[in-house]
Protein backbone atom coordinates (compact mmCIF):
# COMPACT_ATOMS: atom_id res chain seq x y z
CA UNK A 1 0.00 0.00 0.00
CA UNK A 2 1.30 3.05 -0.84
CA UNK A 3 1.69 6.24 1.37
CA UNK A 4 -1.20 7.87 -0.89
CA UNK A 5 -3.39 5.06 -0.27
CA UNK A 6 -3.03 5.36 3.23
CA UNK A 7 -5.08 8.82 3.69
CA UNK A 8 -7.91 6.79 2.22
CA UNK A 9 -11.25 7.58 3.57
CA UNK A 10 -13.54 5.73 1.34
CA UNK A 11 -13.57 3.58 -1.67
CA UNK A 12 -14.94 4.54 -4.68
CA UNK A 13 -16.20 2.71 -7.58
CA UNK A 14 -17.72 2.79 -11.16
CA UNK A 15 -20.35 0.69 -12.31
CA UNK A 16 -23.32 0.03 -15.71
CA UNK A 17 -25.54 2.79 -15.30
CA UNK A 18 -28.78 1.72 -13.25
CA UNK A 19 -26.48 -0.89 -11.53
CA UNK A 20 -25.58 1.64 -8.52
CA UNK A 21 -27.90 -0.19 -5.92
CA UNK A 22 -26.26 -3.41 -6.69
CA UNK A 23 -22.78 -2.02 -6.10
CA UNK A 24 -23.64 -0.21 -2.97
CA UNK A 25 -25.24 -3.40 -1.44
CA UNK A 26 -21.83 -5.12 -2.75
CA UNK A 27 -19.51 -3.26 -0.89
CA UNK A 28 -21.98 -3.20 2.41
CA UNK A 29 -22.11 -6.69 2.44
CA UNK A 30 -18.07 -7.47 1.49
CA UNK A 31 -16.97 -5.04 3.61
CA UNK A 32 -19.39 -6.20 6.52
CA UNK A 33 -17.79 -9.58 6.01
CA UNK A 34 -14.58 -7.61 6.62
CA UNK A 35 -15.53 -6.31 9.59
CA UNK A 36 -15.46 -2.56 8.18
CA UNK A 37 -18.05 -0.56 8.80
CA UNK A 38 -19.40 2.01 6.44
CA UNK A 39 -21.98 3.23 3.91
CA UNK A 40 -22.67 3.97 0.73
CA UNK A 41 -23.74 6.84 -1.27
CA UNK A 42 -25.44 6.15 -4.95
CA UNK A 43 -26.96 8.41 -6.98
CA UNK A 44 -29.79 6.39 -9.14
CA UNK A 45 -28.21 6.54 -12.81
CA UNK A 46 -24.97 8.40 -12.07
CA UNK A 47 -22.90 4.99 -12.93
CA UNK A 48 -20.54 5.31 -9.45
CA UNK A 49 -21.08 4.91 -5.94
CA UNK A 50 -19.11 6.52 -3.23
CA UNK A 51 -18.08 3.57 0.01
CA UNK A 52 -17.65 6.25 3.46
CA UNK A 53 -16.06 4.00 5.72
CA UNK A 54 -13.62 3.44 8.20
CA UNK A 55 -9.78 1.72 7.94
CA UNK A 56 -10.42 2.60 4.05
CA UNK A 57 -6.86 2.18 2.84
CA UNK A 58 -6.94 -1.51 4.30
CA UNK A 59 -10.45 -2.38 2.28
CA UNK A 60 -9.37 -0.82 -0.54
CA UNK A 61 -6.50 -3.24 -0.64
CA UNK A 62 -8.60 -6.16 0.06
CA UNK A 63 -11.51 -5.04 -2.24
CA UNK A 64 -9.73 -4.15 -5.41
CA UNK A 65 -11.84 -3.85 -8.70
CA UNK A 66 -10.49 -7.86 -9.11
CA UNK A 67 -13.18 -9.11 -6.46
CA UNK A 68 -16.05 -6.59 -7.26
CA UNK A 69 -18.84 -8.16 -9.54
CA UNK A 70 -20.57 -4.55 -9.90
CA UNK A 71 -17.60 -2.52 -10.05
CA UNK A 72 -15.75 -2.26 -13.22
CA UNK A 73 -13.04 -0.08 -11.19
CA UNK A 74 -13.07 0.11 -7.46
CA UNK A 75 -10.57 2.67 -6.37
CA UNK A 76 -9.27 4.37 -2.86
CA UNK A 77 -11.19 7.64 -2.34
CA UNK A 78 -8.82 10.43 -1.34
CA UNK A 79 -11.23 13.62 -1.21
CA UNK A 80 -14.89 15.15 -2.25
CA UNK A 81 -14.10 18.27 -4.52
CA UNK A 82 -17.84 20.48 -4.84
CA UNK A 83 -16.05 23.82 -5.67
CA UNK A 84 -13.87 23.34 -8.89
CA UNK A 85 -14.34 26.65 -10.55
CA UNK A 86 -14.27 26.86 -14.42
CA UNK A 87 -11.86 29.42 -14.51
CA UNK A 88 -9.08 27.56 -12.29
CA UNK A 89 -9.82 23.75 -11.68
CA UNK A 90 -6.41 23.15 -10.68
CA UNK A 91 -5.51 25.17 -8.03
CA UNK A 92 -8.06 23.50 -5.45
CA UNK A 93 -6.89 20.33 -6.17
CA UNK A 94 -3.39 20.68 -5.87
CA UNK A 95 -4.22 22.58 -2.30
CA UNK A 96 -6.38 19.55 -1.24
CA UNK A 97 -2.88 17.25 -2.37
CA UNK A 98 -0.73 19.77 -0.48
CA UNK A 99 -2.96 19.55 2.73
CA UNK A 100 -2.94 16.17 2.58
CA UNK A 101 0.83 15.69 2.36
CA UNK A 102 0.04 13.85 -0.81
CA UNK A 103 2.95 13.47 -3.55
CA UNK A 104 4.77 10.46 -5.69
CA UNK A 105 2.32 9.73 -8.47
CA UNK A 106 3.70 7.99 -11.44
CA UNK A 107 0.35 8.81 -13.44
CA UNK A 108 -3.05 10.94 -13.22
CA UNK A 109 -6.53 9.76 -15.00
CA UNK A 110 -9.41 12.45 -14.96
CA UNK A 111 -12.50 10.36 -15.81
CA UNK A 112 -16.16 10.89 -15.86
CA UNK A 113 -18.82 8.14 -14.95
CA UNK A 114 -20.65 6.01 -18.10
CA UNK A 115 -23.67 7.29 -17.87
CA UNK A 116 -25.61 9.97 -20.29
CA UNK A 117 -24.76 12.44 -16.60
CA UNK A 118 -21.00 11.33 -16.95
CA UNK A 119 -20.06 10.94 -20.43
CA UNK A 120 -20.99 14.87 -21.28
CA UNK A 121 -17.67 15.22 -19.40
CA UNK A 122 -15.40 13.10 -21.62
CA UNK A 123 -14.26 16.22 -23.34
CA UNK A 124 -13.24 18.37 -20.18
CA UNK A 125 -11.63 15.03 -18.64
CA UNK A 126 -9.22 15.35 -22.01
CA UNK A 127 -8.63 18.85 -21.56
CA UNK A 128 -8.64 18.80 -17.50
CA UNK A 129 -6.07 15.50 -17.69
CA UNK A 130 -3.70 17.32 -19.95
CA UNK A 131 -3.11 20.62 -18.10
CA UNK A 132 -3.40 18.70 -14.34
CA UNK A 133 -0.86 16.58 -15.79
CA UNK A 134 1.53 19.26 -16.47
CA UNK A 135 1.14 21.22 -13.39
CA UNK A 136 1.25 17.98 -11.11
CA UNK A 137 4.50 17.73 -12.89
CA UNK A 138 5.45 21.21 -12.54
CA UNK A 139 5.06 21.44 -8.61
CA UNK A 140 6.58 17.91 -8.24
CA UNK A 141 3.29 16.00 -7.23
CA UNK A 142 4.41 13.49 -9.59
CA UNK A 143 7.30 11.67 -12.08
CA UNK A 144 8.30 12.89 -15.12
CA UNK A 145 7.62 10.11 -17.13
CA UNK A 146 4.33 8.17 -16.30
CA UNK A 147 5.39 5.36 -14.54
CA UNK A 148 2.92 2.88 -13.83
CA UNK A 149 3.69 1.10 -11.25
CA UNK A 150 3.74 3.99 -9.10
CA UNK A 151 0.21 5.10 -7.57
CA UNK A 152 -2.22 6.75 -10.11
CA UNK A 153 -4.28 10.25 -9.41
CA UNK A 154 -7.80 9.90 -10.26
CA UNK A 155 -9.86 12.50 -10.32
CA UNK A 156 -13.52 11.82 -10.98
CA UNK A 157 -15.63 14.70 -12.74
CA UNK A 158 -19.06 14.17 -11.01
CA UNK A 159 -20.25 17.98 -12.64
CA UNK A 160 -18.32 20.87 -14.78
CA UNK A 161 -17.43 22.26 -11.42
CA UNK A 162 -17.17 19.14 -8.96
CA UNK A 163 -14.96 16.25 -8.84
CA UNK A 164 -13.89 13.17 -6.69
CA UNK A 165 -10.16 12.38 -5.79
CA UNK A 166 -8.65 9.28 -5.71
CA UNK A 167 -5.51 6.97 -6.04
CA UNK A 168 -4.98 3.59 -7.25
CA UNK A 169 -2.01 1.15 -6.90
CA UNK A 170 -1.32 -0.91 -9.42
CA UNK A 171 -2.48 -4.30 -8.23
CA UNK A 172 -5.42 -2.76 -8.18
CA UNK A 173 -6.05 -1.19 -11.25
CA UNK A 174 -8.25 -2.93 -14.13
CA UNK A 175 -7.07 -4.01 -17.12
CA UNK A 176 -8.91 -0.97 -18.88
CA UNK A 177 -9.44 2.42 -17.84
CA UNK A 178 -12.69 2.84 -16.51
CA UNK A 179 -13.02 -1.02 -16.56
CA UNK A 180 -14.54 -0.45 -20.38
CA UNK A 181 -12.01 -2.24 -22.79
CA UNK A 182 -12.17 -0.56 -26.55
CA UNK A 183 -12.83 -4.13 -28.46
CA UNK A 184 -13.75 -3.88 -31.76
CA UNK A 185 -16.65 -6.33 -33.42
CA UNK A 186 -14.60 -8.53 -36.47
CA UNK A 187 -16.90 -8.74 -39.42
CA UNK A 188 -16.89 -12.24 -39.47
CA UNK A 189 -18.41 -12.91 -36.18
CA UNK A 190 -21.54 -14.47 -36.08
CA UNK A 191 -23.02 -12.15 -33.28
CA UNK A 192 -22.29 -9.44 -31.02
CA UNK A 193 -22.12 -11.71 -28.21
CA UNK A 194 -18.74 -12.55 -29.27
CA UNK A 195 -17.13 -9.47 -27.49
CA UNK A 196 -19.02 -10.77 -24.63
CA UNK A 197 -17.14 -13.93 -24.34
CA UNK A 198 -13.75 -11.98 -25.91
CA UNK A 199 -14.11 -9.38 -23.06
CA UNK A 200 -14.69 -12.35 -20.48
CA UNK A 201 -11.31 -14.27 -21.47
CA UNK A 202 -9.58 -10.54 -21.21
CA UNK A 203 -11.53 -9.36 -17.99
CA UNK A 204 -11.46 -12.83 -16.07
CA UNK A 205 -8.24 -14.45 -17.17
CA UNK A 206 -4.21 -13.68 -16.83
CA UNK A 207 -2.82 -13.57 -20.31
CA UNK A 208 -0.37 -16.67 -19.08
CA UNK A 209 -3.86 -18.51 -18.05
CA UNK A 210 -5.05 -17.69 -21.73
CA UNK A 211 -1.84 -19.26 -23.08
CA UNK A 212 -2.30 -22.28 -21.13
CA UNK A 213 -5.60 -23.13 -21.18
CA UNK A 214 -6.76 -21.50 -24.58
CA UNK A 215 -4.62 -24.57 -26.72
CA UNK A 216 -5.00 -25.80 -30.00
CA UNK A 217 -7.06 -29.06 -30.53
CA UNK A 218 -8.45 -28.17 -27.01
CA UNK A 219 -12.16 -29.35 -26.49
CA UNK A 220 -15.03 -26.92 -25.45
CA UNK A 221 -18.74 -27.09 -25.99
CA UNK A 222 -21.10 -24.59 -26.26
CA UNK A 223 -24.28 -24.20 -24.56
CA UNK A 224 -26.96 -22.25 -25.94
CA UNK A 225 -24.82 -21.65 -28.94
CA UNK A 226 -26.92 -19.81 -31.50
CA UNK A 227 -26.09 -18.24 -33.88
CA UNK A 228 -23.01 -18.98 -32.83
CA UNK A 229 -20.56 -15.88 -31.77
CA UNK A 230 -19.24 -17.71 -28.81
CA UNK A 231 -18.43 -21.02 -30.87
CA UNK A 232 -16.88 -18.61 -33.07
CA UNK A 233 -14.49 -17.10 -30.22
CA UNK A 234 -13.71 -20.48 -28.89
CA UNK A 235 -12.68 -21.97 -32.83
CA UNK A 236 -10.66 -18.78 -33.13
CA UNK A 237 -8.41 -19.66 -30.53
CA UNK A 238 -7.80 -23.21 -32.24
CA UNK A 239 -10.67 -25.22 -29.73
CA UNK A 240 -12.80 -28.11 -31.35
CA UNK A 241 -16.16 -26.93 -30.22
CA UNK A 242 -19.60 -28.91 -30.17
CA UNK A 243 -22.35 -26.35 -30.54
CA UNK A 244 -25.75 -27.67 -28.89
CA UNK A 245 -28.86 -25.26 -29.34
CA UNK A 246 -32.25 -25.91 -30.96
CA UNK A 247 -31.74 -22.58 -33.22
CA UNK A 248 -29.79 -22.56 -36.54
CA UNK A 249 -25.97 -22.13 -36.53
CA UNK A 250 -24.35 -19.85 -38.72
CA UNK A 251 -23.04 -21.92 -41.85
CA UNK A 252 -19.25 -20.38 -41.81
CA UNK A 253 -19.05 -22.18 -38.41
CA UNK A 254 -19.66 -25.32 -40.03
CA UNK A 255 -16.93 -24.95 -42.64
CA UNK A 256 -13.58 -26.23 -41.35
CA UNK A 257 -14.47 -29.31 -39.30
CA UNK A 258 -13.63 -27.64 -36.05
CA UNK A 259 -17.12 -26.92 -35.04
CA UNK A 260 -19.97 -29.85 -34.55
CA UNK A 261 -23.73 -28.18 -34.41
CA UNK A 262 -26.30 -30.56 -32.18
CA UNK A 263 -29.78 -29.80 -31.44
CA UNK A 264 -30.14 -30.85 -28.01
CA UNK A 265 -31.60 -29.44 -24.99
CA UNK A 266 -28.43 -27.95 -23.26
CA UNK A 267 -29.89 -28.84 -19.45
CA UNK A 268 -29.95 -32.28 -20.63
CA UNK A 269 -26.98 -33.23 -22.55
CA UNK A 270 -23.80 -34.10 -21.48
CA UNK A 271 -20.32 -34.86 -23.00
CA UNK A 272 -19.18 -38.79 -23.36
CA UNK A 273 -15.51 -37.28 -21.78
CA UNK A 274 -14.56 -34.49 -19.91
CA UNK A 275 -14.00 -31.84 -21.92
CA UNK A 276 -11.25 -28.51 -21.22
CA UNK A 277 -14.26 -25.80 -21.57
CA UNK A 278 -17.79 -25.38 -20.63
CA UNK A 279 -19.22 -22.07 -21.83
CA UNK A 280 -23.21 -21.02 -21.86
CA UNK A 281 -25.56 -18.42 -22.64
CA UNK A 282 -28.62 -19.73 -22.53
CA UNK A 283 -31.09 -17.71 -21.64
CA UNK A 284 -33.43 -18.83 -18.65
CA UNK A 285 -33.66 -18.78 -14.77
CA UNK A 286 -30.54 -17.75 -13.28
CA UNK A 287 -30.72 -20.16 -10.41
CA UNK A 288 -31.49 -23.12 -13.26
CA UNK A 289 -28.66 -22.48 -15.13
CA UNK A 290 -26.28 -22.46 -11.60
CA UNK A 291 -27.14 -25.48 -10.88
CA UNK A 292 -26.97 -27.52 -14.27
CA UNK A 293 -23.49 -25.60 -14.05
CA UNK A 294 -22.70 -26.90 -10.91
CA UNK A 295 -23.54 -30.26 -11.81
CA UNK A 296 -20.69 -30.47 -14.69
CA UNK A 297 -18.27 -29.80 -12.38
CA UNK A 298 -19.38 -32.39 -9.86
CA UNK A 299 -20.10 -35.04 -12.31
CA UNK A 300 -16.35 -33.87 -14.02
CA UNK A 301 -17.57 -33.35 -17.72
CA UNK A 302 -15.33 -29.78 -17.76
CA UNK A 303 -12.29 -28.41 -16.68
CA UNK A 304 -13.35 -25.32 -16.76
CA UNK A 305 -16.30 -22.81 -17.50
CA UNK A 306 -17.57 -19.23 -18.57
CA UNK A 307 -21.35 -18.75 -17.61
CA UNK A 308 -23.28 -15.84 -18.23
CA UNK A 309 -25.90 -15.66 -15.51
CA UNK A 310 -29.11 -13.17 -16.10
CA UNK A 311 -30.76 -11.22 -13.40
CA UNK A 312 -34.48 -10.57 -12.37
CA UNK A 313 -35.26 -7.20 -12.63
CA UNK A 314 -35.76 -6.56 -8.67
CA UNK A 315 -33.51 -7.89 -5.33
CA UNK A 316 -30.39 -8.56 -7.86
CA UNK A 317 -27.80 -8.79 -5.71
CA UNK A 318 -29.32 -11.31 -3.15
CA UNK A 319 -30.06 -12.95 -6.53
CA UNK A 320 -26.69 -13.16 -7.30
CA UNK A 321 -25.84 -14.18 -3.72
CA UNK A 322 -28.26 -16.94 -4.28
CA UNK A 323 -26.91 -18.41 -7.63
CA UNK A 324 -23.08 -18.44 -6.61
CA UNK A 325 -24.50 -20.34 -3.62
CA UNK A 326 -26.33 -22.57 -5.48
CA UNK A 327 -23.65 -23.41 -7.70
CA UNK A 328 -21.13 -24.21 -5.25
CA UNK A 329 -23.16 -26.48 -3.78
CA UNK A 330 -24.26 -28.04 -6.34
CA UNK A 331 -20.23 -28.36 -7.54
CA UNK A 332 -19.47 -30.07 -4.35
CA UNK A 333 -15.69 -29.04 -4.37
CA UNK A 334 -13.55 -25.81 -3.77
CA UNK A 335 -13.39 -24.09 -7.23
CA UNK A 336 -11.95 -20.80 -8.33
CA UNK A 337 -14.66 -18.65 -9.19
CA UNK A 338 -14.20 -15.36 -10.85
CA UNK A 339 -17.56 -12.75 -11.48
CA UNK A 340 -17.92 -9.88 -12.85
CA UNK A 341 -20.87 -7.73 -14.50
CA UNK A 342 -18.59 -6.66 -17.94
CA UNK A 343 -19.16 -3.67 -19.81
CA UNK A 344 -20.59 -5.97 -22.55
CA UNK A 345 -23.13 -7.64 -20.12
CA UNK A 346 -26.15 -5.84 -19.66
CA UNK A 347 -29.12 -7.42 -17.11
CA UNK A 348 -26.17 -9.85 -16.85
CA UNK A 349 -23.59 -11.07 -15.52
CA UNK A 350 -20.35 -13.28 -16.36
CA UNK A 351 -18.81 -16.05 -13.91
CA UNK A 352 -15.80 -17.71 -14.74
CA UNK A 353 -15.12 -21.26 -12.68
CA UNK A 354 -12.21 -23.43 -13.15
CA UNK A 355 -10.90 -26.42 -10.88
CA UNK A 356 -7.97 -25.59 -8.49
CA UNK A 357 -4.44 -27.27 -9.96
CA UNK A 358 -2.38 -29.33 -7.21
CA UNK A 359 0.24 -26.98 -7.17
CA UNK A 360 -2.04 -23.77 -6.58
CA UNK A 361 -4.06 -25.87 -3.18
C1 LIG B 1 -28.27 -15.23 -26.10
S1 LIG B 1 -28.43 -16.53 -27.21
C2 LIG B 1 -26.81 -17.12 -27.35
C3 LIG B 1 -25.93 -16.27 -28.20
C4 LIG B 1 -24.59 -16.94 -28.45
N1 LIG B 1 -23.80 -17.05 -27.23
C5 LIG B 1 -23.76 -16.20 -29.48
O1 LIG B 1 -22.66 -15.77 -29.15
O2 LIG B 1 -24.19 -16.09 -30.63
C6 LIG B 1 -29.21 -17.75 -26.26
C7 LIG B 1 -29.39 -19.07 -26.97
O3 LIG B 1 -29.72 -20.05 -26.00
C8 LIG B 1 -30.54 -21.00 -26.63
N2 LIG B 1 -31.21 -21.79 -25.58
C9 LIG B 1 -32.09 -21.38 -24.64
N3 LIG B 1 -32.48 -22.44 -23.91
C10 LIG B 1 -31.83 -23.52 -24.39
C11 LIG B 1 -31.80 -24.89 -24.04
N4 LIG B 1 -32.53 -25.36 -23.05
N5 LIG B 1 -30.99 -25.70 -24.76
C12 LIG B 1 -30.23 -25.25 -25.76
N6 LIG B 1 -30.23 -23.95 -26.14
C13 LIG B 1 -31.01 -23.11 -25.46
C14 LIG B 1 -31.47 -20.20 -27.50
O4 LIG B 1 -31.94 -21.00 -28.56
C15 LIG B 1 -30.52 -19.09 -28.00
O5 LIG B 1 -30.00 -19.41 -29.27
Known sequence: MSANTAAAIGLLGWCRQGFEPELAAEYQSKAAELGVAGYAKAQRDSGYVEFLCEDAAALSRQLGTNSLIFARQSIAMLASLPNLPREDRITPILDVLRGM????????????????????????????GNALRAALRKHGFMSGKDRPHLPCLHLLLTGAESGIL????????PAFPMGIPR?????????RSALKLEEALLTLLTEAEREKWLRDGMRACDLGAAPGGWTWVLMRHGLLVTAIDNGPLR????????VEHLRADGFRWSPKFPLEWMVCDMVEQPARVAQ??????ANDWCRRSIFNLKLPMKKRYAEVEH???????????PLDIRVKQLYH????????AGLISRKDR
Open 101 to 128: DLNGFGSVAVEYSDADSGREFAGLARSL
Open 166 to 173: GVSDFSQR
Open 183 to 191: LRMNAQAPS
Open 251 to 258: EQLLENGR
Open 292 to 297: RMGEWF
Open 323 to 333: CLQRFTEAAGM
Open 345 to 352: DREEITVY
